[in-house]
C-alpha cells in the first residue's frame, strides 16, 4: 500500500515543472561532480543523477526485454522522472526527519530479517542472500540501509496523509450499478442518401473546393523501377559442379543415411495370461493360423495382429533380441510386459542393406550442387557489383552474367501503380521500395543483400515529381467532391432537425416513416462497449444512450465517414449484484480503487506544492545540460 502511495507522489512530481532540459548523450558525464538541484539543504549531484540513470536505464531493460532500445535513454520524460525521483528522495527525507519518522535501527532491522528475498527455503534469514543482492545492486551495506530507512519514513509519511481519505459505500454502489447497468437500443444511420439533390457548383465553387482540397488532387511522386536479382539459382554450373571427391567423401560421411537396417515381417499376439500364450503358440507350431487360434484361446489384439515390416527401434526392449534371433517362420516364448503376454512371430527376413555410391549420387549430388551455388554466390554478387561500378549499366551487367531485368513500371512510395491499384509487378523484397526512393534518377542503387543469402540491384529509369493535378484533370472529380460536400452539410442540418423529433416515440415515429430509416443494428450494451453488432460507437454516443430512459432517443452523433448515428432506447435493464457472483468482490475493490486515487492524488497535489515551499527546488540548467550531452 505504501509503495504505491510513494509512486503516485512521484507520478504527481512528473506534472510540477521547474525546468526544462534537452537529453543528449545521457551516460556522459560532466568530468567534475557539481550540483545539478538543491532541495532545500540537500544537494543531488552529477554523479547521483548519472547513477539514479543508469539503475532506472537497467530496469527499463529488464522489465521490457527485447522491446528495449537505447534509444529510449533519449526520452526526456526518462531523465524527467530520475531527477524528480531524486528531489522526491530529498523532499521526503527532509520532511521525515523534521518530524521524527526516521526508524530506529532494531525497525529496519527486523524489515530486513523479514525481507522474503534475504530468506532460504525455511523462511529463515540468510545473511548470504543479503550480501549476495548488495553485491548484485552495487550497494555497500551502510548505503542499503540508509535507503532503505528513507524509504520507509516515506512510506510512514505518505500512509499517514493519505490513510484519512474515506470512500462512501453509497459511492462504490452507484458506481457498481452504474457499470453493470444495460440499454437494449435500436441504431439507425443517417446518410446523404437521404439528401435527394444537390446544387451544380459555379466556377468560382468549384475553385475554391479545388483550392481548399488541393492535397486530395496532388499526385504523388511516381517512380518508373527497373532491377535484377542475384540467387543460388543463377550461378553458372561450372561453379556449381560437383566433383568426384566431393561426393565420395560426402558419401562416405553421411554413409548411414544410405543404410537399411535389418527389417522383419512380424505378427504379434497378446494374451491374459502366459497359460493361454504357450497354449497359442503349440498351435501355432503346428501349423494353425491366428483366426483358429482366436476361436480356441482369447486373443487381447485379435484385429491387430500384424505389425508389418519392422526394425528393431520399432519393437520393445524385451522384444528386441528374441525377435531378431529368430529365423524365418519362427516363434517367441512367451515374452511378459504391462499389457499381458505376447507372442512374435518372424515371417519373412529382409537382411540389411546399403546404397552404393552410384545409387546415393542422385541425393547427394543435388544437395552438394546447391551448396556449392551457396557459396559461389557470393562471388557473383561481388562481380556484378564491379561491373556496375565499373561503369555498365544494370542492362549490361545482367547481359554480361545471364542474369534477366524486370520492369516494375510506375510506382509510388506505397506500393500503388498510377491507377490507384497495388503494383502486382513489386518485387518481394527487403527494403525494395525504401531503397528505390533512395536512389537517384538514371542510376543504379547500391547491391542490396536478402535474407536468403542472395542480393537484388534496381535502377530508377524515371521519376514522376509530386505535383498538384492541373484543374481541367480533375474538374470532375472537383464537381463531385463540392456536391459530396454539399450533401453532407445538409445531412448535417437534417440530422439537427431529426434529433429534436427522434427524441419520442410519436415523433421517432414520423421520422422513421418519412425518411424509411431501417434498423442499422440492435443490441444490448453496457457503458463499457464500444461497439454495437460490429458497428463502432463514439464515446459521445455511448453516454448519450446512457442519459435517456426507455422510449427515448438520443441526438445524432458525427461519424468519420460523414454519417450520422442515432439511437432508440428500448429498454434500461437495471444491474442487480449477485452477492455469491465470486468477481464481486474484486469488482467492488477496482471501483473503491478507482474513487479512492484520485481522492489521495488531490491530497498529494496540495501536499506537494506544501513541501516545495517548505523545501525550495531549485535546478542548475547549465550543468544538468552539461551532464546530458
Known amino acids: 500500500m505504501a509503495g504505491s502511495f510513494a509512486a503516485k507522489f512521484l507520478l504527481l512530481l512528473l506534472v510540477i515543472s521547474f525546468g526544462v532540459w534537452g537529453v543528449g548523450d545521457m551516460l556522459r558525464t560532466a568530468g567534475s561532480n557539481p550540483t545539478v538541484a538543491k532541495v532545500g539543504s540537500v544537494e543531488i549531484s552529477a554523479s547521483d543523477f548519472l547513477h539514479a540513470l543508469h539503475r532506472e536505464s537497467e530496469a527499463l531493460r529488464n522489465t521490457m526485454g527485447s522491446d528495449y532500445s537505447p534509444d529510449i535513454l533519449k526520452n526526456k520524460m526518462l531523465a524527467d522522472w530520475v531527477l524528480k525521483q531524486l528531489v522526491n528522495d530529498a523532499l521526503l527525507k527532509q520532511e521525515a526527519e523534521n518530524i521524527g519518522l526516521l526508524p530506529d535501527d532494531a525497525t529496519v532491522v527486523r524489515h530486513i530479517r523479514a525481507d522474503h528475498a534475504f530468506q532460504d527455503e525455511k523462511d529463515h534469514f540468510d545473511k548470504r542472500l543479503f550480501e549476495a543482492r548488495l553485491n548484485a545492486t552495487g550497494m555497500s551495506e551502510k548505503a ?43 441504431l439507425y444511420r443517417l446518410t446523404t442518401n437521404l439528401i435527394t439533390s444537390a446544387s451544380k457548383p ?46 565420395r567423401a560426402a558419401y562416405n560421411e553421411r554413409i548411414e543415411e544410405f543404410r537399411t537396417p535389418e527389417r522383419r515381417t512380424v505378427d504379434q499376439l497378446i494374451f491374459a495370461s502366459e497359460d493361454q500364450a504357450k497354449k497359442a503358440r503349440e498351435m501355432l507350431a503346428s501349423g494353425k493360423s491366428i483366426k483358429d487360434i482366436a476361436k480356441v484361446v482369447p486373443l487381447l489384439n485379435k484385429d491387430t495382429t500384424s505389425m508389418g515390416k519392422v526394425d528393431k527401434k520399432d519393437l520393445a526392449d524385451a522384444a528386441v533380441e528374441p525377435v531378431f534371433s529368430l529365423a524365418a517362420g519362427g516363434i517367441t516364448a512367451p515374452i511378459q510386459s504391462q499389457f499381458g503376454w505376447h507372442l512374435f512371430r518372424a515371417s519373412t527376413i529382409d537382411p540389411p542393406a546399403t546404397l552404393s555410391l552410384e545409387e546415393a549420387r542422385p541425393t547427394i549430388e543435388k544437395e552438394l550442387k546447391q551448396g556449392n551455388a551457396e557459396n559461389a554466390l557470393p562471388k557473383l554478387t561481388n562481380a556484378v557489383q564491379d561491373a556496375l561500378a565499373g561503369g555498365n549499366t544494370l542492362t549490361e551487367a545482367a547481359h554480361d552474367f545471364g542474369l534477366k531485368v524486370i520492369s516494375v513500371g510506375a510506382v509510388n512510395r506505397e506500393g500503388y501503380s498510377l491507377d490507384g491499384k497495388p503494383n502486382k509487378a513489386l518485387p518481394d523484397l527487403e527494403r525494395f521500395l525504401e531503397t528505390a526512393f533512395k536512389t537517384d534518377e538514371k542510376s543504379e542503387s547500391p547491391m542490396v543483400t536478402t535474407q536468403n543469402g542472395g542480393a537484388y540491384v534496381l535502377r530508377v529509369d524515371s521519376v514522376q ?24 452539410q445538409k445531412l448535417a442540418e437534417l440530422a439537427k432537425t431529426i434529433s429534436e423529433k427522434f427524441a419520442t416515440p410519436k415523433g421517432r415515429d414520423a421520422i422513421l416513416s418519412q425518411y424509411g430509416l431501417t434498423s442499422a443494428a440492435k443490441g444490448t450494451i453496457k457503458r463499457s462497449n464500444r461497439e454495437l453488432d460490429k458497428i463502432p460507437l ?92
Open 465 to 488: 515529381p509530386e505535383h498538384l493535378q492541373p484543374l481541367d484533370e480533375v474538374k470532375a472529380k472537383v464537381i463531385a467532391g463540392c456536391e459530396k460536400e454539399e450533401k453532407e
Open 202 to 247: 459555379d466556377e468560382k465553387r468549384i475553385l475554391e473546393y479545388y483550392d481548399k482540397h488541393h492535397k486530395e488532387f496532388t499526385q504523388p511522386e511516381y517512380r518508373t523501377l527497373s532491377y535484377v536479382t542475384i540467387t543460388s539459382a543463377d550461378v553458372h554450373d561450372k561453379d556449381a559442379e560437383v566433383t568426384q571427391d566431393q561426393l
Open 144 to 186: 542499503y540501509v540508509d535507503k532503505l530507512r528513507e524509504n520507509m519514513a516515506s512510506d510512514a509519511l505518505t500512509e499517514t496523509i493519505t490513510a484519512i481519505i474515506p470512500v462512501p459505500d453509497i459511492a462504490v454502489k452507484t458506481l457498481l450499478e452504474a457499470r453493470g447497468e444495460q440499454r437494449s437500443v435500436t
Open 538 to 629: 463514439s464515446p459521445s454516443l455511448v453516454s448519450d444512450i446512457f442519459m435517456q430512459k426507455a422510449q427515448q432517443g438520443t441526438h445524432a452523433h458525427p461519424e468519420p465517414d460523414g454519417t450520422f448515428l442515432i439511437a432508440q432506447v428500448d429498454t434500461v435493464i437495471p444491474f442487480v449484484s449477485n452477492p455469491k457472483d465470486p468477481k464481486l468482490t474484486s469488482q467492488l475493490l477496482d471501483i473503491h480503487r478507482s474513487i479512492e486515487t484520485p481522492m489521495q492524488n488531490e491530497i498529494l497535489d496540495q501536499y506537494a506544492h506544501y513541501l516545495m515551499g517548505k523545501y525550495p527546488v531549485t535546478v542548475n540548467d547549465e550543468v544538468l545540460q552539461a551532464v546530458l550531452k
